[in-house]
Nanobody, 121 residues
Framework: QVQLVESGGGLVQPGGSLRLSCVASGSIFSIRVMDWYRQAPGNKREWVAGIAEDSSTTYADSVKGRFTISRDNANNTLYLQMNDLKPEDTAVYSC???????????????WGQGTQVTVSS
C-alpha cells in the first residue's frame, strides 16, 4: 500500500510564496515520475509540473518561471516551491506518482488527497 500526504498549503497574499511537500510512504520499490496537479472550484484538474527519475523537469506555461519542482529520492519526497503567487493559482494542489511497489510489479499511479492553496489579499 502506497500513501501520499501533501502539506504546506495555506493562505498567502498575491506576490507571496509557499512551499508544498508530498511524502510517499509504504511499499515503494522505485518512483518513475512525480507530478503536481491542481484543481480550482468549477474547473477541471490541471497538470502543473512534473519531475522524472533523472530529475528532468517540465512545467505548465501558466507557472513557468514562478514555480520550481524538486524531489528527494532518498526520502521519497516531492516539493513545489511557488513564488510570485497570483489569485488564479488558488486551488487544491495534489501530488501524483508513477511507481513500482516492488521489483516484480508493474508501474502504478498513486494520488494524494491534496492541500488547499488560497491566494488573496
Amino acid at each position: 500500500q502506497v500513501q501520499l500526504v501533501e502539506s504546506g498549503g495555506g493562505l498567502v497574499q498575491p506576490g507571496g510564496s509557499l512551499r508544498l511537500s508530498c511524502v510517499a510512504s509504504g511499499s515503494i520499490f522505485s518512483i518513475r515520475v512525480m507530478d503536481w496537479y491542481r484543481q480550482a472550484p468549477g474547473n477541471k484538474r490541471e497538470w502543473v509540473a512534473g519531475i522524472a527519475e533523472d530529475s528532468s523537469t517540465t512545467y505548465a506555461d501558466s507557472v513557468k518561471g514562478r514555480f520550481t519542482i524538486s524531489r528527494d529520492n532518498a526520502n521519497n519526497t516531492l516539493y513545489l516551491q511557488m513564488n510570485d503567487l497570483k489569485p488564479e493559482d488558488t486551488a487544491v494542489y495534489s501530488c501524483s506518482i508513477i511507481a513500482k511497489p516492488s521489483a516484480r510489479t508493474d508501474l502504478h499511479e498513486y494520488w494524494g488527497q491534496g492541500t488547499q492553496v488560497t491566494v488573496s489579499s
